[in-house]
């Protein structure tokens, strides 16, 4: 049975993938471009296996709209873990006051109209 939650699991594990493909290769800059090219989107496609299903599924309960900014949302999270536990970054306060400003724009997508 699928529930409104089935596409958010989908974009979680979809948007793990992205941070690999987009980010990954970060770690290993002596390698050649056009090799982390192609294993990026070797990444990428099996990123695209969970990042389809879970729109066209999601719009089964989700605007357009909605889904990109979840989609947004679930992005910065994963990408806040991914950057400071795999690249070993330091995540700052301006950092989430930015992040903040964002999650209150998500805030209004999904309010339903004044």
């Known amino acids: 049975m699928l529930t ?15 941070m690999f493909a987009w980010y990954g290769h ?8 056009y090799v982390v090219i192609f294993f990026s989107w070797l990444i990428a496609l099996v990123e695209y296996c969970f ?7 999601g719009h089964q309960y989700y605007s357009a709209a909605e889904l990109k900014t979840m989609q947004e949302v679930i992005t910065l999270c994963v990408f806040v873990l991914f950057s ?7 995540f700052t306060i301006n950092h989430l006051i930015g992040f ?15």
């Open 4 to 18: 409104k939650f089935y596409p958010v699991f989908l974009l979680i594990i979809s948007n793990v993938f992205m």
């Open 26 to 33: 970060l770690k290993f800059t002596t390698k050649p471009l």
């Open 51 to 57: 990042a389809v299903p879970a729109n066209r599924l």
């Open 84 to 90: 400071v536990l795999y690249l070993g970054e330091n």
């Open 100 to 114: 903040i400003f964002i999650f209150a724009g998500a805030f209004f997508i999904f309010k339903r109209p004044f």
